[in-house]
């Protein structure tokens, strides 16, 4: 009976989760530059993050947030503050010692690397829109709870997998050691790239602003 709606929520999921974003980036900055343990934990927290949206969306306070301007502006602030902390880290990336001994750097922990992950997505303001737009607009109010919550479950699942599947590719030895020719350069160009990320939840609601006419 829900066969149809189902489908419908996996295609639209598979189209947001495979465009680049804040998950994406942290996932590969974190592969490439700790191995894919730190990759696959990275991607689990990213795949956990989703349960946060999944729950509000599911109790309803997802839609207080949409509807109050400045809880949300505290939100993208706050994801955009995330961001800045992530790429000026990456930025200040110094070159190895030894070439092409990416290995040499600190390792990152396991926990250092899940909370990468899941904080990146419990902060994206983009995927609170998308959970809330998915669960006001796609799935039915008619739907059970049960129903629900099962979709949720396959969304946190699916998303891990995806970001799995990125972590191992991008892990891959002959991978690491390609982008370990670049060493400290990657790290900088990620930074930039998430530092760019930030940029863009903070300047997007002030650049939709002054696109309205007065």
Request: net charge positive; charged share 10%.
């Amino acid at each position: 009976m829900y066969l149809n709606e189902f489908l419908l929520v996996a295609l639209v999921h598979l189209l947001a989760v495979i465009s680049p974003g804040p998950d994406f980036a942290i996932v590969i900055r974190n592969s490439v530059g700790s191995g894919r343990r730190a990759g696959l934990l990275t991607a689990l927290g990213v795949g956990c993050g989703i349960l946060v949206h999944v729950a509000y969306s599911l109790l309803g306070i997802g839609l207080i947030v949409s509807q109050s301007v400045w809880l949300f502006n505290v939100l993208k602030l706050a994801a955009a503050g995330y961001l800045f902390y992530l790429g000026i880290k990456a930025l200040r990336s110094q070159p190895q010692m030894l070439d092409g001994e990416m290995n040499r750097r600190p390792p990152l922990s396991g926990a250092k690397a899940f909370s990468n992950g899941f904080v990146t997505n419990g902060l994206n303001p983009k995927a609170t829109l998308f959970f809330l737009s998915l669960f006001t607009l796609v799935i039915s109010p008619q739907t059970p709870i049960g129903i629900q919550t099962f979709y949720g479950l396959y969304l946190a699942i699916a998303t891990g997998a995806w970001f799995c599947l990125v972590a191992v590719l991008f892990s891959h030895a002959r991978v690491r050691q390609g982008f370990g020719r670049l060493g400290h350069w990657f790290d900088r160009l990620m930074g930039v790239v998430l530092i760019g990320l930030g940029l863009h939840l903070v300047l997007s609601e002030w650049l939709k602003r002054g696109a309205q006419p007065l």
